[in-house]
């Protein structure tokens, strides 16, 4: 079992940036494979990014690239996702995921779900 806990979300205006935080317990984090979702109320919840367990590989949603930056430290069991030049359209709760498959946190089916964080960008 896997569990994980988000952290750092807030309410930040256009422009801004915002670091939040996923700290994992119960496994070795270096074995899984980390993502972000978001999801607005009404809406699917949508793939954002991924990491691999030795964070050699990453993957973007394309409304994010050149935006956000997924990094993960094995050591502290605790991925992240650094958010710049933040829009009002990324104001979502933020989910953090993990699963031993790279590819089934990409597609969005991952084993592992935190409770989510609100990020708000006001315009």
């Known amino acids: 079992q896997v569990r994980l806990v988000e952290s750092g979300g807030g309410l930040v205006q256009a422009g801004g940036s915002l670091k939040l935080s996923c700290a994992a317990s119960g496994r070795t984090l270096s074995t899984y494979a980390m993502g972000w979702f978001r999801q607005v109320p009404g809406k699917e919840r949508e793939f954002v990014a991924v990491i691999s367990g030795s964070g050699g590989s990453t993957s973007y949603a394309d409304s994010v690239k050149g935006r956000f930056t997924i990094s993960r430290d094995n050591a502290k069991n605790t991925v992240y996702l650094q958010m710049n030049s933040l829009k009002p359209e990324d104001t979502a709760v933020y989910y953090c995921?993990?699963?031993?498959?790279?590819?089934?946190?990409?597609?969005?089916?991952?084993?592992?779900w935190g409770q989510g964080t609100q990020v708000t960008v006001s315009s």
């Open positions: 995921a993990a699963d031993r498959s790279f590819n089934t946190v990409r597609t969005g089916t991952p084993n592992y």
